[in-house]
């Protein structure tokens, strides 16, 4: 039984003395590979006095002389994409190293802050690859390798143009075309085709740096190039490709229109034959409107509507009766100069002939019957000079008051409380007859 065991610890301490191996891969932006390669080298502890070789699986330390464990870990960056990339920098978190472990770089970082190395690996062509590695003496446990985060990468992102059709139609096929700024293709990319529903397709570039797929929804498509920068934004909207129209369904549709034009011909019929009444009865409710305010002696305004632009009878009948009055009131006011000049001029020669004869009987001391006579004569020619002045006077009165009638009839009647102001003719002057004493001889 002895012999069993130790041949068995033997075989463990063996197999123990070969590194241990554990890989993970992870994909930068579609164009950088890492893989993370870690080894656990776990040598074995043999005790000095038999020279028996064991490994319980403790950790023992390194004073003792009975050896040590150790983890190794490689990052190897490799460039999978179509173009050179620039400036590429690596960072490994250093969270999962046991604290007091010793740490090893090759090469040497770039910056080490004791929780994050970072290594500038510079520029990697198409295909080209670097690795760098650190070490720390102590035994990695399989749950602290898988919490391990992917590395972190940064580098310089080079810049190209996309050229995409801004129409389709729907189940057709768009062609892309990647480029650099210089216009020399891009072959080998991946360009990412995000669909109007949110989902995504990835296509890659041929040769010629062209690319093609089916847009099989309608909308709006938009792209994107992991790991590059796009010069300007490029999407492309596709629609339903409407179907050609049969000769029949084209003559059907033009009978549907002209069905449906000779269905509103009736109704725009009516719609006319109401605006022709509603105008007629407007212009009569106008019309009577206007009379009312005649007949009330009120100035009317109307907007009536003629048919025609010939004036209306009654108004060149108003005009006619308008003028006729004028006419008559200047002939009217011309006769009366006329017969105030006669009556100034009849009464101016009776009184020098009565101032004559009076001064002549004064002169003579007495008045001959002949004088007498004619003073008698010229007194009854001034009576007979005032009778016909007043009776000119009460024609003239009578003829003001037939045209004030005939005016009030044509015209409107002002408003109560105004007095129209009457033309008022100069009064005669009267004779006054000097009676004096004649003696007879």
Same mark, same amino acid.
């Given at each position: 039984?002895?012999?069993?065991?130790?041949?068995?610890?033997?075989?463990?301490?063996?197999?123990?003395?070969?590194?241990?191996?554990?890989?993970?891969?992870?994909?930068?932006?579609?164009?950088?590979?890492?893989?993370?390669?870690?080894?656990?080298? %776990?040598?074995?502890?043999?005790?000095?006095?038999? &020279?028996?070789?064991?490994?319980?699986?403790?950790?023992?330390?390194?004073?003792?002389? *009975?050896? +040590?464990?150790?983890?190794?870990?490689?990052?190897?960056? #490799?460039?999978? &994409?179509?173009?050179?990339?620039?400036?590429?920098?690596?960072?490994?978190?250093?969270?999962?190293?046991?604290?007091?472990?010793?740490?090893?770089?090759?090469?040497?970082?770039?910056? %080490?802050?004791?929780?994050?190395? $970072?290594?500038?690996?510079? @520029?990697?062509?198409?295909?080209?690859?670097?690795?760098?590695?650190?070490?720390?003496?102590?035994?990695?446990?399989?749950?602290?390798?898988?919490?391990?985060?992917?590395?972190?990468?940064?580098? $310089?992102?080079?810049?190209?143009?996309?050229?995409?059709?801004?129409?389709?139609?729907?189940?057709?096929?768009?062609?892309?075309?990647?480029?650099?700024?210089?216009? @020399?293709?891009?072959?080998?990319?991946?360009?990412?085709?995000?669909?109007?529903?949110?989902? *995504?397709?990835?296509?890659?570039?041929?040769?010629?740096?062209?690319? @093609?797929?089916? $847009?099989?929804?309608?909308?709006?498509?938009?792209?994107?190039?992991?790991? *590059?920068?796009?010069?300007?934004?490029?999407?492309?909207?596709?629609?339903? #490709?409407?179907?050609?129209?049969?000769?029949?369904?084209?003559?059907?549709?033009?009978?549907?229109?002209?069905?449906?034009?000779?269905?509103?011909?009736?109704?725009?019929?009516?719609?006319?034959?109401?605006?022709?009444?509603?105008?007629?009865?407007? %212009?009569?409710?106008?019309?009577?409107?206007?009379?009312?305010?005649?007949?009330?002696?009120?100035?009317?305004?109307?907007?009536?509507?003629?048919?025609?632009?010939?004036?209306?009878?009654? #108004?060149?009948?108003?005009?006619?009766?308008?003028?006729?009055?004028?006419?008559?009131? +200047?002939?009217?006011? %011309?006769?009366?100069?006329?017969?105030?000049?006669?009556?100034?001029?009849?009464?101016?020669?009776?009184?020098?002939?009565?101032?004559?004869?009076?001064?002549?009987?004064?002169?003579? &001391?007495?008045?001959?019957?002949?004088?007498?006579?004619?003073?008698?004569?010229?007194?009854?020619?001034?009576?007979?000079?005032?009778?016909?002045?007043?009776?000119?006077?009460?024609?003239?009165?009578?003829?003001?008051?037939?045209?004030?009638?005939?005016?009030?009839?044509?015209?409107?009647?002002?408003?109560? &409380?105004?007095?129209?102001?009457?033309?008022?003719?100069?009064?005669?002057?009267?004779?006054? @007859?000097?009676?004096?004493?004649?003696?007879?001889?």
């Amino acid at each position: 039984m002895k012999i069993l065991h130790l041949l068995l610890g033997m075989l463990f301490a063996f197999g123990m003395a070969f590194p241990e191996d554990y890989s993970t891969q992870s994909v930068h932006d579609g164009w950088l590979k890492i893989t993370r390669s870690i080894q656990l080298i %776990n040598q074995p502890a043999c005790a000095p006095l038999t &020279g028996a070789c064991h490994d319980t699986g403790a950790k023992l330390p390194d004073e003792l002389g *009975m050896g +040590r464990a150790k983890t190794k870990v490689i990052l190897t960056a #490799q460039n999978i &994409g179509p173009v050179q990339r620039d400036q590429i920098e690596i960072s490994e978190s250093l969270a999962h190293v046991p604290l007091g472990a010793s740490l090893s770089f090759k090469p040497t970082p770039s910056a %080490n802050d004791g929780r994050i190395a $970072a290594w500038a690996i510079g @520029s990697l062509k198409p295909g080209e690859s670097k690795s760098v590695a650190y070490e720390y003496s102590a035994r990695a446990q399989i749950g602290e390798l898988e919490g391990i985060p992917p590395a972190q990468v940064r580098s $310089a992102t080079p810049s190209a143009i996309l050229a995409s059709p801004s129409r389709a139609d729907v189940g057709g096929k768009v062609q892309l075309s990647l480029r650099f700024e210089d216009g @020399s293709p891009i072959p080998q990319a991946v360009v990412q085709v995000h669909f109007p529903d949110g989902s *995504m397709q990835s296509v890659k570039t041929d040769s010629e740096g062209k690319a @093609s797929f089916v $847009a099989s929804k309608d909308g709006f498509y938009t792209y994107s190039v992991p790991g *590059m920068k796009l010069a300007k934004l490029a999407s492309t909207e596709a629609q339903q #490709q409407e179907a050609p129209i049969s000769a029949a369904a084209a003559v059907a549709q033009e009978s549907q229109a002209a069905g449906q034009m000779f269905g509103l011909l009736p109704i725009l019929a009516a719609i006319f034959a109401v605006a022709v009444i509603a105008l007629i009865i407007y %212009n009569f409710f106008s019309y009577r409107k206007e009379e009312g305010a005649k007949d009330a002696g009120e100035a009317a305004y109307s907007q009536k509507l003629p048919f025609s632009e010939y004036p209306q009878p009654e #108004q060149k009948a108003k005009e006619d009766d308008t003028k006729r009055l004028l006419d008559l009131r +200047r002939s009217q006011q %011309n006769e009366q100069a006329s017969h105030a000049a006669e009556t100034s001029k009849a009464e101016g020669e009776a009184s020098q002939e009565i101032s004559s004869l009076e001064q002549k009987a004064r002169a003579e &001391g007495e008045v001959s019957v002949e004088s007498g006579e004619e003073i008698e004569s010229a007194i009854r020619q001034l009576e007979e000079i005032r009778q016909k002045l007043k009776e000119k006077k009460a024609q003239i009165e009578s003829l003001e008051k037939e045209l004030s009638g005939q005016k009030e009839s044509k015209e409107p009647k002002e408003p109560a &409380g105004k007095k129209k102001p009457q033309r008022v003719l100069p009064p005669s002057k009267k004779l006054k @007859s000097k009676a004096k004493t004649f003696k007879r001889s």
